[in-house]
Every structure is written in C-alpha cells, then in structure tokens.
C-alpha cells in the first residue's frame, strides 16, 4: 500500500459520516414528469423528452460520450434512449424480448456504445446508430472463473485505447475479462472470490486510466482494487463502490454507490470530493463539460448534477 492511504481511510471516513460534502443543485428527471429539484425548492422542468413522458422501467444505467449525446439503458423496451445535452430525444432501439436484465452501457472512445444484459450473461456493441457490431459471450449460458468465452452475470465494459475490452464480469463470477478490439480472449484479471489483495467480491464496474492500469469497483469489499496493465494487484482505495465509475483524461476518477448515495471524486486514491445525491447513483456518467449525471434503477429516475463554484 501507499504511505497515504491513511489520510484516505481519514478522508473515506469522513465522507461516510457526513463531514465532507459540498453543496450542489441536481436537475432530477423523474419518473412522471420532469422536475428540477435543488436542496430547498423544487421546480418543474422540460429539458428532457421522455418518450411517453414516462420511463416506463428502471433506469439502470446512463453514459456520456463527450461528445453531445446522453445516453439511457432502461430495463423496459426501448431499452437505448440517445438525447442531446439539451434533452432533446434522438432516437430509440432495443426492442422487447432483447434483454431480461439490461445492466449498463458505456461509450468508447470511436463513439461505439456496449452494452451488458447481466441476465442473458452477453455484452453487445452497437454504433451509435443502433447496429449491432459485435456480440460476446453466449446467450443464455453461465461460465465460472476459468471460461474463456462465456460469462456469468457481466454487469460493466470498459474499452482501452487501443481498443481492448475489459468485462466486468462480477454478479456470478470475480473477475475482469480482457479481450482484443476483434473479441479474441486475452486474459484474465484476478478470478479469485474473497478480500485478500488481488481478490475481487462482486466487480461492478471497470476503468482504465492514462497509465494503462485498471481500476475496478470491488464493490462487496467497499474499494476500488487497482491492478497494473498485466493484471497486477497494485492497492486498493477505500470507497464504497456498488455503482459507477468513470476516468477523466486528467486521471480524475468518479465513483458512485447506491448505499452511501453519493458519488466520490478521487485523484491518486485520495478523496478530493464528495457529492451528496438524493438518490440510489447505479449508472454514472460525467461529459466532457464537467456534468455529471447518475441514473437510479430503484427510483426510475435520472439525476444531472451541476456542481456551483
């Protein structure tokens, strides 16, 4: 471990007690109508299209792609819903029947979207027009530890800049995935269940940073487990981590969890922030703007957090 995690264990411990929060105003897009709700008024708001004006399902998950688009996984069919920033809706797909458990998406760095289905134990790759281009795993088949080409329950994606996909591979199994931009298995990144150093409890989402190492929301133990580009433990980081995770260009990483109701702001596996949310932060995403917008599965709702000052 590094010589500062104590001050991170200080700093962790006073995110969890409540002492270190700063202020911020969140426009909530809820499940009947979309309203902007701050921490002493609440008004309505339209900046975004809900088809039906209903989400009609889970919000499982949303993703930025820096580029203009938001995007919303939703459980009930159509499970993609693509907006503008403005909230202007531009398109649907993912009829009923795709996915039984749509878990979450994630934008590359070519603007491709991959998705899990944690239920039917695939990921799929689409453009941002809604083509299928790539499909992993077997649908409707379990692996364990060892298997190569099926998953069990993957739940997260993350994809290099040399187009590697790292599998966050976590409600069945304990373990990060990697294969080549083309889909051809790579290696496997711990595969062990536990909480010693290098032993992953339920993985719930995966980053690469700057450096080439990956950081992985090992979220039962409550850290973020760090490994090097081959697949060596390196430390862990002491936040609570059963949601999202995102990587800025800076290195500046995000993390949310749905029990603590938050998102942290880390930088070199110290807290730098964290951001109270009214809600169960699943699906995370932060656009290139600074925007960060968290998705609640539970409350069917979408929360876009703009930090003042």
Known sequence: MRHSMPLARVLAWLFITGLFMVPVQAQVITRATAQVQTQTTMTTSDWVDIPGGDWHGSTSWVAADGKGHILVMVRSAPHFRLFSRDGTLLRTWGEEGLYRNAHSVTFDQAGNIWATDAARHVIDKYSIEGELLMSLGQLDEAGDNQSRRVFNQPNHVAVAGNGDIYVSDGYGNARIVVFNSAGVFQRIISGEQ?????????????????RGRILVNDSDNKRISVFDAAGNFLEAWPFPSRGGIVVMPDDTVYVSDVNAG?????????????IPVDARPHGLAVDSDGTIYVSDARGQLVLRINRQG
């Open 194 to 210: 536990g909480m010693a150093d290098g032993q992953l409890a339920l993985p719930h989402g995966v980053a690469i940073d700057s």
């Open 262 to 274: 938050a998102v942290n702001v880390i930088r070199e596996g110290e807290l730098i922030e964290s």
